[in-house]
Structure formats: structure tokens, C-alpha cells
């Protein structure tokens, strides 16, 4: 007997909670593994990609070249749209909605097992933001 789960009914913030910790692991890992391994600097690091700001500009990127399927948006809004009852720290609450939002994607994705789809996306997001990063230092 199969202990199948429809993990589509779980809470946003259920999903953002599973995704929070799976996002920041393939960081910690990707970090390491490129070279990092001082803590300071492997935390200042990984805030460039798990901050709730970098979320937020991740996701805004992925909606804005389409990147997501209908059912990985409506993942999305359901997490940011969820009420937590948790405040933001050092932003705006849209932002922090936002990523929760992010976060409730990488949760489903995980939970679904959709291994190779959550790769992709995340891989997607460590491109994005070193991209981001040298622009910011080549100005």
C-alpha cells in the first residue's frame, strides 16, 4: 500500500517551511562545493541567494520570462498570499510575502519529488544572482 500525499492541499506556509530549508541546503552545498569554506564568508554568501530580498527578485524574474508552469504559480501565489503570522525583518512585508511565496515553491517541489524541476529551477536562481552579483560589481 502506497502513502501517497496530495502535497497541493498543504498550507503555503506549510510548503514555504519544507522549501526554506531545501533551498538553503542546495546553497550551502553549492557554496562549499565551489571553494567557500570560511562560516563568515559562507554566510554573508549564502544571503546574496536565501535572503528574503533575493527571493523576491528571483521570483519576480521567473514570472517576468515566464519560466514557471501554471500549477508552479499557483504554488507561488498561494504561499504569498498565505497569512503568516510572522513579521518581516529588514523589509517590506510584500517582499517577505514574496518569498514566502519562493520558499512554498522549492517546499512543493521537493515534497512532489520533482528532484530534476527543483535542480533546474535552483540552478536557474545561483545564475541569476551571481549574474546579478557582477553586475553590481563591474559598475
Not at 5 to 28: C, F, M, N
Not at 79 to 92: E, L, P
Amino acid at each position: 500500500m502506497t502513502n501517497e500525499k496530495d502535497y497541493t492541499l498543504l498550507s503555503g506556509l506549510t510548503l514555504a517551511y519544507v522549501g526554506d530549508a531545501i533551498y538553503e541546503t542546495y546553497i550551502r552545498d553549492y557554496l562549499v562545493k565551489s571553494g567557500q569554506t570560511r562560516p563568515n564568508q559562507l554566510h554573508r554568501l549564502a544571503t546574496h541567494y536565501v535572503s528574503a530580498k533575493a527571493q523576491h527578485y528571483l521570483i519576480e524574474q521567473m514570472m517576468m520570462q515566464d519560466l514557471l508552469a501554471e500549477i508552479e504559480q499557483d504554488i507561488y501565489r498561494r504561499g504569498r498570499n498565505a497569512k503568516s503570522h510572522t513579521s518581516a525583518k529588514n523589509t517590506s512585508i510584500a517582499v517577505y510575502r514574496s518569498s514566502t511565496g519562493f520558499e512554498a515553491l522549492m517546499g512543493y517541489l521537493h515534497l512532489t519529488e520533482q528532484k530534476e524541476r527543483l535542480e533546474e529551477i535552483i540552478a536557474w536562481c545561483i545564475q541569476t544572482i551571481g549574474e546579478k552579483n557582477n553586475e553590481k560589481t563591474s559598475k
